[in-house]
C-alpha cells in the first residue's frame, strides 16, 4: 500500500529537487573545468553540421562518403586560410598606419581630458588628503577578463583547434554510425524519441551555421559598400570586419561600429561618421528582426529573457567562447526538454 500522505509527497519534492540541484551542480563544474574539451567537440559539430549538405552533394556524384569529407574539410581549411592571409595583411597594413590615426585621435581627444584634469583636480583640493581608516575593497573583474577566461596561451589555442577539423571529418565519416549508436545508449522505449531529438538538433545547428554565415556575408557585402561610398580607409577590410562582429549577439551593434569608427576618426567628416554609425545600428537592426526570424526563427524558439541569460552564464563559464556557443547549447537543451516529459516546464520557459 502506497503512502500517499501529504509529508511523503513533500519527501519527493524535496528528494526530486535535491538531485536536480545535484546534477545541475555537476553539469556546471564539468563544463567549467572541461572547457577546453568541450568547446572544441562543440566545435566540431557545428562545423560538421556545417558541412553535412556539402558532403551530401559530392556523394550525389557518387563520390565515397570518407572522400567527399575530407574534400569538404580540405576545402574549408584551404578557404579559412586564404581569409587569414588577406585578413593579415589587411591588418599589418592597417597597423602601419596606426600612429597616424592614434595622433588624430587623441588631437581629438585632449580637450576632453584637459576637462577631466580640471575635475579631478578641483576634487582633490576639496577633498583633501584620503582618509587613513578606508577598507581596501577587491576590484571586481573586468569585462575583458571575462571575455578572455580560458584563452591561454596562443600555443593552446591552436593546439586546441588544430582537433576541430580533425573531430570534423570523423564525425561526418562516421555520421549514420554516431547517430545509431547514440540512439542504442537509450532504453528500448526511448529509442525513437532519442532518434527524433538528435534530428531536430542536427536541423536546428545546421539552420544555425549555415543561417548566420549567410547574414555575415549579406551584411559583410553592404557595409563594404557602404564604407566605399563613405570613403572609409581601410573599407573592404573593415566592412567585412564589421559586418561578422554583428553576428555577436547582443554586443554585436557596439563591437560592429568600433572598426569603422576607429579608422574614420580624423578622417572624416563628422556628418561622415555618423551615416556610418546609423548604417551599422540599420543593418543590425534589420538582420536581427528579418533576417534572423526568416532564417531562424522556426529553429531557434527561444524566448529573449532566456538568451540573455544563456550568454551572461555561458560568458562567465567559457568567456568569449561561451557568448558564441549559448545560442546553440540553449537551442539544443530546449529541443530535449520538449521531448523529456518531466522537463517540458523547463522548455516552455525558455520557449517563446
Known amino acids: 500500500m502506497s503512502d500517499n500522505s501529504p509529508e511523503s509527497t513533500e519527501e519527493q519534492n524535496t528528494h526530486h529537487w535535491s538531485l536536480t540541484l545535484l546534477g545541475m551542480t555537476l553539469v556546471v563544474v564539468f563544463a567549467y573545468y572541461g572547457e577546453s574539451v568541450l568547446a572544441v567537440i562543440i566545435f566540431a559539430i557545428l562545423l560538421s553540421f556545417m558541412l553535412s549538405p556539402v558532403v551530401q552533394a559530392l556523394e550525389y556524384l557518387r563520390l565515397p562518403r570518407a572522400l567527399a569529407a575530407l574534400i569538404s574539410v580540405v576545402v574549408l581549411l584551404v578557404i579559412l586560410y586564404g581569409i587569414t592571409a588577406a585578413s593579415y595583411n589587411q591588418a599589418i597594413t592597417f597597423a602601419d598606419n596606426v600612429p597616424k590615426y592614434s595622433q588624430k585621435i587623441r588631437s581629438i581627444l585632449q580637450p576632453f581630458r584637459q576637462e577631466a584634469e580640471k575635475i579631478e583636480k578641483t576634487r582633490e583640493v576639496v577633498g ?56 542504442m545508449l537509450f532504453p528500448l522505449e526511448h529509442r525513437h524519441t532519442a532518434f527524433v531529438t538528435l534530428g531536430l538538433i542536427g536541423k536546428m545547428l545546421q539552420s544555425f551555421i549555415v543561417g548566420n554565415l549567410l547574414i555575415g556575408l549579406l551584411i559583410s557585402a553592404v557595409s563594404v559598400a557602404i564604407f566605399g561610398l563613405l570613403h572609409v580607409p581601410f573599407f573592404y577590410f573593415v566592412g567585412f570586419l564589421s559586418g561578422f562582429l554583428s553576428l555577436v549577439p547582443y554586443l554585436g551593434v557596439v563591437l560592429a561600429m568600433v572598426p569603422p569608427v576607429l579608422v574614420g576618426l580624423g578622417q572624416l567628416e563628422p556628418s561622415s561618421l555618423l551615416v556610418v554609425a546609423v548604417c551599422v545600428v540599420g543593418m543590425h537592426l534589420f538582420a536581427l528582426n528579418v533576417l534572423y526570424p526568416k532564417l531562424l526563427g522556426s529553429r531557434l ?52
Open 301 to 352: 524558439r527561444i524566448n529573449p529573457l532566456a538568451v540573455t541569460i544563456a550568454l551572461l552564464f555561458w560568458g562567465a563559464v567559457w568567456g568569449a567562447v561561451g557568448l558564441v556557443l549559448a545560442i546553440p547549447i540553449t537551442g539544443a537543451m530546449k529541443i530535449v526538454f520538449d521531448h523529456v516529459e518531466s522537463m517540458k516546464p523547463y522548455a516552455d520557459w525558455l520557449g517563446e
Open 128 to 183: 583633501g588628503s584620503e582618509p587613513t581608516n578606508v577598507v581596501p575593497v577587491r576590484q571586481v573583474q573586468s569585462w575583458s577578463e571575462v571575455l578572455t577566461h580560458g584563452a591561454g596561451t596562443l600555443t593552446d589555442i591552436v593546439l586546441a583547434a588544430s582537433f576541430i577539423p580533425f573531430l570534423a571529418y570523423f564525425l561526418l565519416t562516421w555520421q549514420s554510425h554516431a547517430r545509431s549508436a547514440t540512439v
